[in-house]
Structure formats: structure tokens, C-alpha cells
């Protein structure tokens, strides 16, 4: 029985670079390897013509109206069709390699496990992908959360990861993150789910057009992200992780409405 990958795209401005990304991504190789493919374009308030480009391009668009890729990447876990075996993120400014996806998702075809993240730090970075600022904070955040969270993620800022299907069902409604901290919110709480989640290498490129990033801004809004998730807990029991309260918490609901 054939397996299938939904790979979402959020996108915010990207005529230039959208229609290249999807192009790139390898559909027949994935259909050798028993994978069916099905693209998502997340359209995040765009002001030019990214929706037709894409959708011109052979993907699905989806209109996301609230600003920011965590409101977009919501849009797309909440989008999934029923029969999606796998989940893609990337971003669609040809900074990743979307022929690398089966990289990505092999771990997870093979059941070593059910989350991916694509390396940065650990792979071929090009000349001119990533500046020293940029480099730092990730290095730091990175360690932050090796240290804290003990898990094996090289690059906690990437914007390319590959999970189950399961695993989304489990995170998803416990995102909330509007913006670009929409990656280290992903990271902590599966670490705080107990999911294990490893790292592939791959290749970074310099990005076509405008970054939407603002470093020191967004960074104070990760950091943020990193310190909140300390003691979080999930307020609904998954597959990895029940909390301890949870029974003691239903049952103090049930004895408020018997009473």
C-alpha cells in the first residue's frame, strides 16, 4: 500500500523563489520509494503574487490571513488530509534542498523514529547562507537545548523537519507560537513530550529575495519561548506522555459537577 508525504510550505512573498521550491522537490523519486506526494503552500498574507505562482506551480494554496509562520504552519498541521502518512516543513525561499526530503523522512519510513530535523550546522552551509550574528545565535540556542532538554538536535532553528503523522496529531494543539519562534516552541515541547528526535545533515543555501527575519526581535521572542517551555506540561495525555495531574485533574472536575 502506497504511503504519502504532505510537505508544507508557509510562504510570505515569495513569487520569486515558490514556483523553483516545488519544482525541486522530488516527486518521482518519492513515488519510487512508494511515497505519493502532495504539496501545501501556505499563503501568509502575501502581497504579490506568490498564490499564483504556486498554485501555477502544481501545489495546493491555503490562505493563512494572521501574520507569521507559526500562524501559517498551524494552518497547515490543522489542513493535513486524513491519509497523510508523513509531514514536511520548508521554507519556500530556496534556502533548503528540497531533493533532500527523503533524507528526511527515510528515519522515519524505517521506524528508527518519528521526528527529523535537518541540520544546518551539521551539513554544507554555502557561502552566504547563514551571517556570523545569525551563526552565533544559533549555536547558542542549540546548546541551550541540548543542555536543558538533552536531545539530539544540532540546529534547533531550522526550518526543515519531518515528522509522522502521529507525531503531528500529538503536537499540534499545543502550538501557539505566532511567529518565528514557531521552531524552538516544536523543539522543547516534543522534548517535553518525550519524543526523541534526531538530526540528518543537509545542505543551506543563500536565500532568494528578502529575509522576513529581524534577529535581534525575533531572538528575544525565542529566547522567550526556550525560558516559558521549562515547566510545561502537556494539559492532554499523548501517545509519549501523560502528565502526573491529569488524572488528578479530572477527577477534581468530576467531583465539581457531581456536586
Not at 510562504?11 to 519510487?32: F, G
Request: glycine share 6%; net charge neutral.
Amino acid at each position: 500500500m502506497r504511503e504519502k508525504v504532505v510537505v508544507i510550505i508557509p510562504c510570505h512573498n515569495e513569487e520569486k523563489s515558490i514556483a523553483t521550491v516545488i519544482k525541486k522537490i522530488p516527486v518521482k523519486k518519492l513515488a519510487n520509494h512508494g511515497i505519493a506526494t502532495e504539496i501545501l503552500v501556505i499563503n501568509n498574507n502575501s502581497t504579490d503574487r506568490t498564490h499564483e505562482v504556486a498554485e501555477a506551480a502544481g501545489a495546493t494554496v491555503i490562505e493563512e490571513t494572521k501574520k507569521g509562520k507559526g500562524n501559517a504552519m498551524c494552518r497547515g498541521f490543522a489542513s493535513l488530509p486524513a491519509d497523510t502518512n508523513y509531514v514536511v516543513m520548508l521554507d519556500g525561499d530556496d534556502t533548503y534542498n528540497p531533493a533532500e526530503i527523503l533524507r528526511l523522512i527515510e528515519p522515519l519510513q524505517s521506524g528508527f523514529c518519528e521526528v527529523v530535523i535537518g541540520s544546518r550546522l551539521s551539513g554544507k552551509m554555502n557561502a552566504g547562507a547563514m551571517n556570523s550574528t545569525s551563526r552565533l545565535g544559533n549555536w547558542v540556542f542549540t546548546n541551550l537545548v541540548r543542555v536543558k532538554h538533552r536531545v539530539a538536535v544540532t540546529d534547533v532553528l531550522t526550518g526543515y523537519f519531518a515528522w509522522t503523522k502521529a507525531a503531528i496529531d500529538d503536537l499540534a494543539p499545543h502550538l501557539h507560537s505566532a511567529g518565528f519562534a514557531i521552531e524552538m516552541e516544536m523543539i522543547t515541547k516534543m522534548a517535553r513530550m518525550n519524543y526523541e528526535i534526531y538530526s540528518v545533515p543537509i545542505s543551506y543555501h543563500p536565500r532568494i529575495g528578502e529575509s522576513n527575519l529581524r534577529p535581534y526581535h525575533d531572538g528575544a521572542r525565542i529566547f522567550t519561548m526556550f525560558v516559558t517551555t521549562f515547566q510545561w506540561r502537556p494539559h492532554c495525555p499523548t501517545r509519549f506522555h501523560t502528565p502526573k495531574n491529569y488524572q488528578q485533574q479530572n477527577n477534581q472536575e468530576q467531583e465539581i459537577q457531581e456536586a
